[in-house]
């Protein structure tokens, strides 16, 4: 039994005319988000980094181009806003891991790209990032994981959460 078993055990005997079923998947969700965001917070302050830091980082290492991402393309893979995103930007510039350059093509357009202090550190994080989450699904074998995972697709899907741009 885990603590969302309980809440619902809890509510079908005060309210048994409500239909708490809900609650065991999106309680569940709701607090594993709540343990992994402890558990990333911890393992990045290690790096001298927050979560979103390595978010960006790894949007911009993951794109594959040397040019970068505009900071429209970043807005819609961190879903936050066009002021926050100049905030993130802000700050990972102020540390050297990234720089904002002129496109080209057209210079009204700015791009967010990698410093080599900024790569080296994304290239450096991303394998130990995998062996920490690779710790915190341990309990679930391969098979286990894939099913959740494709659980998960469809529900984000069903919610509007499809693929980037």
Same mark, same amino acid.
């Given at each position: 039994m885990? +603590?969302?078993? &309980?809440?619902?055990?809890?509510?079908?005997?005060?309210?048994?005319?409500?239909?708490?079923?809900?609650?065991?998947v999106?309680?569940?969700?709701?607090?594993?988000?709540? &343990?992994?965001?402890?558990?990333?917070?911890?393992?990045?302050?290690?790096?001298?980094?927050?979560f979103?830091e390595?978010?960006?980082?790894? *949007?911009?290492?993951?794109?594959?181009?040397?040019?970068?991402? *505009?900071?429209? %393309?970043?807005?819609?893979? %961190?879903?936050? *806003?066009?002021?926050?995103?100049?905030?993130?930007?802000d @700050?990972?510039? +102020?540390k050297?891991?990234?720089?904002?350059?002129?496109?080209?093509?057209? @210079?009204?357009?700015? @791009?967010?790209?990698?410093?080599?202090?900024?790569?080296?550190?994304?290239?450096?994080?991303?394998?130990?990032?995998?062996?920490?989450?690779?710790? &915190? &699904?341990?309990?679930?074998?391969?098979?286990?994981?894939e099913?959740?995972?494709?659980?998960?697709?469809?529900? +984000?899907?069903?919610?509007?959460?499809? %693929?980037?741009?």
């Open positions: 885990d +603590a969302v078993d &309980l809440f619902t055990q809890h509510w079908n005997r005060e309210r048994p005319d409500v239909d708490v079923s809900p609650m065991a999106i309680g569940r969700i709701q607090r594993l988000s709540r &343990l992994f965001e402890q558990d990333l917070k911890r393992f990045f302050s290690d790096f001298g980094m927050e979103w390595f978010d960006v980082l790894a *949007t911009l290492r993951r794109s594959g181009s040397e040019a970068g991402l *505009t900071a429209g %393309a970043l807005i819609k893979v %961190a879903m936050v *806003t066009s002021g926050a995103i100049t905030n993130r930007i @700050r990972l510039v +102020a050297g891991w990234i720089e904002r350059q002129p496109c080209p093509e057209d @210079r009204r357009v700015i @791009r967010v790209r990698l410093t080599p202090e900024g790569r080296k550190m994304i290239d450096d994080v991303l394998p130990k990032h995998m062996e920490n989450e690779q710790r &915190l &699904l341990a309990s679930l074998d391969m098979d286990s994981r099913q959740l995972a494709g659980l998960l697709r469809t529900l +984000a899907e069903s919610l509007g959460d499809g %693929a980037p741009d």
